[in-house]
């Protein structure tokens, strides 16, 4: 069993950066697909970002891609985003979640965190 919970969200203003932190309680990290998530007001949740569990290999939303970088490190059971360039299009909360996927769709993810907000101001 797999618990989430993420840090790091806050006020920047745009064109500034924010480092999210999704800690994973359990020892069966490292074999879940990790990704990320966000819910602005009145929208529905959409993928941001992902990356697999072994292979490390990542994917992003177009609307994020280049700006936006996605790690983890098993050792230490952490999963990061690393967000540059923010929009006020960026505020949301933001989710971590771990599944086996498929990467891109919230349905493939069965345990998720509580959520940081993150807003942008312009």
């Known amino acids: 069993q797999v618990q989430l919970a993420e840090s790091g969200g806050g006020l920047v203003q745009a064109g500034g950066s924010l480092r999210l932190s999704c800690a994973a309680s359990g020892r069966t990290f490292s074999s879940y697909a990790m990704g990320w998530f966000r819910q602005a007001p009145g929208k529905e949740r959409e993928f941001v970002a992902a990356i697999t569990w072994s292979t490390y290999i990542t994917y992003y939303a177009d609307s994020v891609k280049g700006r936006f970088t996605i790690s983890r490190d098993n050792a230490k059971n952490t999963m990061y985003l690393q967000m540059n360039s923010l929009k006020p299009d960026d505020t949301a909360v933001y989710y971590c979640?771990?599944?086996?996927?498929?990467?891109?769709?919230?349905?493939?993810?069965?345990?998720w965190g509580q959520g940081t907000q993150v807003t942008v101001s312009s």
């Open positions: 979640a771990a599944g086996d996927g498929p990467y891109r769709n919230y349905a493939g993810y069965d345990k």
